[in-house]
């Protein structure tokens, strides 16, 4: 092959992909078989399993049981913000966004006691199988999934503490700054690192679309000062949102 040629399979996807973009292949319509791709454009039928096959891992068919296989509807991309900025007494980011937004959102949390996974003790400085506070996070919009999150905060400084459970007690739901500072922590200081991989099995089955689908995957940690009080990964569809962030100039 002539270097920086294509290979066919990759020349057909491409011609198929054009299609769907411009409308010749519209939503819900049968993708030509593979015996059809065969005859059109010349090639194997290996080439033209491998062509449905790219189609397929991008998101842009998907197949239909005893039906075969069909191009998808791609859904309106929206935006998650994240924002730096904090109002006191707003809670947490999800709250405040959506206060900020004018936008109806929901969530529900549950909180267990477990030990700490080796990589999420690292994000603490603790040790591994530390006892840790995890809680899961499920964000919704308008009843439609928009992220979920899973959060660690270790028990060494949340123990035998009012705020002990994110979501119960006085300062319920009022987010990690606010609660830290009830128990005299003051978090001063937050990162976030953002990343992308395949979605896991149980994280589509919360948040729509198929395993393997790429999510963004955010993870943050909340310091005071250098001592980490939470960690989070924040996981949002990368086919449905995209996160912006709007940070102060200082």
């Known amino acids: 092959m002539p270097f920086g040629e294509q290979p066919a399979y990759l020349r057909v996807a491409e011609d198929l992909r054009q299609q769907i973009a411009d409308g010749t292949l519209p939503p819900h319509t049968r993708l030509p078989s593979q ?3 065969r005859v059109t454009y010349g090639v194997s039928d290996t080439v033209a399993l491998e062509a449905r096959k790219v189609l397929m891992a991008e998101g842009l068919v998907e197949g239909r049981s005893g039906s075969g296989t069909y191009v998808r509807e791609q859904p309106s991309r929206r935006t998650v913000a994240r924002s730096g900025y904090r109002t006191p007494g707003a809670g947490s980011t999800f709250r405040q966004e959506q206060a900020d937004e004018h936008v109806r959102g929901t969530w529900e949390g549950t909180s267990e006691r477990v030990e700490a ?3 999420i003790a690292g994000r603490l400085r603790i040790e ?3 006892p840790v506070m995890r809680t899961r996070y499920v964000f919704r919009v308008g009843g439609d999934p928009v992220m979920m999150s899973t959060s660690w905060e270790p028990l060494r400084l949340t123990g035998r503490t009012p705020v002990l459970l ?5 300062l319920a739901g009022r987010g990690v700054v606010e609660r830290m500072a009830a128990i005299d922590v003051v978090v001063d200081n937050v990162t976030e690192e953002v990343g992308a991989r395949p979605a ?3 994280e589509a089955r919360v948040l729509g679309g198929l395993p393997g689908h790429a999510v963004l995957v955010i993870a943050r940690t909340h310091r005071a000062g250098s001592l ?3 960690t989070a990964d924040v996981i949002v569809p990368a086919d449905r949102y995209s996160v912006a962030y709007h940070l102060p100039v200082r």
Do not use: H, K, R
């Open 166 to 170: 994110p979501e119960q007690g006085p």
């Open 228 to 230: 980490p009080v939470e």
């Open 35 to 37: 015996a059809t791709i």
């Open 117 to 119: 996974p080796a990589d």
């Open 200 to 202: 896991l099995a149980a």
């Open 128 to 130: 591994p199988c530390e």
